[in-house]
């Protein structure tokens, strides 16, 4: 049986960033990228306008899964809070690991700072959190 990995990719991050931090560890893995749809202000969160958010976390899952090698690997919008996305995606797809891939607190949005670091603590799964340091402007 193969290894079942998910990726949530908190914010954009480049073909060439993934590829260097995950890209060769999951070749042979069933690989699900659940990007949270965390590109959302304070009051865009409260009045639940969310679409622009959505579009954008599911043109990030796409653009991660095309950088990865595994030949399994399956996309979706997560919850806005990255917490929860995870939660979700452990109820229905029951990874063997969980790869959280953010930007530095300083470049993080309110909604994913600390996600990795609270997914470590919160979830019985291993989960690995991997930093870009550098931003990637779109």
Known sequence: MSNRVLVIPTSDIGAD???ATIGDRFGDAEVHV??????????DWLTNAEDDA???????????????????VETKVGDT?????????????????VVVVSRTD???????SDAGEA????????VTHITITSPLRR
């Open 119 to 126: 997914a470590q603590k919160r979830f019985a799964v291993p």
């Open 106 to 112: 300083d470049e993080s949005t309110w909604l994913e």
């Open 81 to 97: 809070d990255p917490l929860q996305a995870i939660d979700d995606e452990i109820r229905t797809f029951d990874p063997d690991q």
């Open 54 to 72: 959505r579009a954008d976390a599911a043109r990030r899952a796409d653009d991660v899964a095309d950088a990865l090698p595994a030949t399994d």
């Open 34 to 43: 659940v990007a949270p749809a965390s590109k959302l202000s304070r009051l």
């Open 17 to 19: 960033e993934i590829q």
